[in-house]
């Protein structure tokens, strides 16, 4: 059984790449210069891209007694070519096993209800927010963000079955790597300075288990989002958690080995353990491991 699944996970994401190399002096130099970022707010505020507009307005709706559905529909329509995104999204194999084509946001929101529809929306905005270069981005970014897209959807259906709020454990999924992408754009740009070679070494990798959840906090800050998500990320690193951070907790552990599984380096068994351990009902189990090859493959 694998002592450290986090770990374990970024060997996964990186590769083999200078794994067991001791770092040398400049390699020393530059992680120094990147935990003095991350070590200070001013400095890591600068790092922090902005929140999208419109995921702010749908967040107060949703805080909204007094919104309607039409509330949303109206948000989304602010931005045609973004409504036009959500349409597209919508009527991708994911989201929508029916034959009749999805026209109109409204019939969106028959379809797939309003968590669906907000599911879609708050997804393809948050992928625009990751700021790492296209060689980055690649190597890394894309496969984070895979992961995060992965563990909301995990996130919503082990919340549902546990009458959570399934659209705020979905957004908490999505958010909840961010750290990780702030620390590898950090490493990237300082590496970009200082030398060519890429952060795959293994105090790297370390980094960002001992940093990324608190900088995902951080954001959350930032960003003023409610107070439910923040108090979800600070408690992935307590054992006394909110159902909602429970929710999270379980849901990056098994997403995490849901691509170890995938790529061989935990067997079927060991996977069955963990979800007795973590309590999941296999039929969840199931059914997210039916979507989670879609989401990658819907993810370019």
Same mark, same amino acid.
Not at 103 to 131: C, D, H, K, W, Y
Not at 197 to 224: N, Q, R
Not at 248 to 265: D, R
């Given at each position: 059984?694998?002592? %450290?699944?986090?770990?374990?996970?970024?060997?996964?994401?990186?590769?083999?790449?200078?794994?067991?190399?001791?770092?040398?002096?400049?390699?020393?130099?530059?992680?120094?210069? +990147?935990?003095?970022?991350?070590?200070?707010?001013?400095?890591?505020?600068?790092?922090?891209?902005?929140?999208?507009?419109?995921?702010?307005?749908?967040?107060?709706?949703?805080?909204?007694?007094?919104?309607? +559905?039409?509330?949303?529909?109206?948000?989304?329509?602010?931005?045609?070519?973004?409504?036009?995104?959500?349409?597209?999204?919508?009527?991708?194999?994911?989201?929508?096993?029916?034959?009749?084509?999805?026209?109109?946001?409204?019939?969106?929101?028959?379809?797939?209800?309003?968590?669906?529809?907000?599911?879609? #929306?708050?997804?393809?905005?948050?992928?625009?927010?990751?700021?790492?270069?296209?060689?980055?981005?690649?190597?890394?970014?894309?496969?984070?963000?895979?992961?995060?897209?992965?563990? *909301?959807?995990?996130?919503?259906?082990?919340?549902?079955?546990?009458?959570?709020?399934?659209?705020? #454990?979905?957004?908490?999924?999505?958010?909840?790597?961010?750290?990780?992408?702030?620390?590898?754009?950090?490493?990237?740009?300082?590496?970009?300075?200082?030398?060519?070679?890429?952060?795959?070494?293994?105090?790297?990798?370390?980094?960002?288990?001992?940093?990324?959840?608190?900088?995902?906090?951080?954001?959350?800050?930032?960003?003023?989002?409610?107070?439910?998500? *923040?108090?979800?990320?600070? @408690?992935?690193?307590?054992?006394?958690?909110?159902?909602? *951070?429970?929710?999270?907790?379980? *849901? %990056? @552990?098994?997403?995490?080995?849901?691509?170890?599984?995938?790529?061989?380096?935990?067997?079927?068994?060991?996977?069955?353990?963990?979800?007795?351990?973590?309590?999941?009902?296999?039929?969840?189990?199931?059914?997210?491991?039916?979507?989670?090859?879609?989401?990658? %493959?819907?993810?370019?």
């Amino acid at each position: 059984m694998l002592t %450290n699944i986090s770990t374990s996970f970024y060997d996964v994401m990186f590769g083999d790449i200078n794994s067991n190399i001791p770092m040398g002096k400049l390699e020393t130099k530059v992680l120094q210069k +990147v935990r003095d970022i991350l070590n200070n707010p001013d400095r890591l505020s600068q790092h922090i891209p902005a929140l999208p507009a419109m995921i702010v307005r749908l967040l107060n709706t949703i805080d909204d007694p007094d919104s309607s +559905v039409i509330s949303f529909v109206e948000i989304i329509e602010q931005d045609p070519s973004f409504a036009i995104a959500v349409l597209k999204t919508a009527n991708s194999a994911i989201y929508h096993r029916g034959e009749k084509e999805i026209v109109s946001l409204n019939r969106a929101i028959t379809v797939l209800g309003l968590s669906g529809l907000l599911r879609i #929306a708050t997804t393809l905005l948050m992928a625009n927010v990751i700021p790492c270069k296209p060689i980055y981005y690649k190597m890394f970014g894309k496969q984070i963000w895979v992961h995060s897209v992965q563990c *909301a959807t995990l996130c919503e259906l082990l919340a549902t079955r546990q009458d959570e709020n399934g659209f705020d #454990a979905y957004f908490l999924g999505l958010i909840h790597d961010l750290g990780k992408i702030i620390v590898f754009d950090c490493l990237s740009q300082a590496l970009a300075e200082e030398l060519s070679s890429l952060p795959g070494t293994k105090v790297f990798k370390e980094l960002m288990t001992e940093m990324s959840i608190d900088i995902s906090y951080f954001i959350a800050l930032e960003w003023k989002l409610p107070k439910i998500y *923040a108090e979800a990320l600070s @408690q992935q690193r307590t054992t006394t958690r909110s159902a909602l *951070a429970e929710v999270l907790y379980k *849901a %990056n @552990q098994l997403s995490e080995v849901y691509l170890m599984m995938v790529k061989g380096i935990i067997s079927n068994d060991e996977c069955e353990n963990l979800l007795n351990e973590h309590a999941v009902d296999k039929d969840i189990w199931l059914k997210f491991t039916n979507i989670a090859p879609e989401i990658e %493959n819907s993810i370019s």
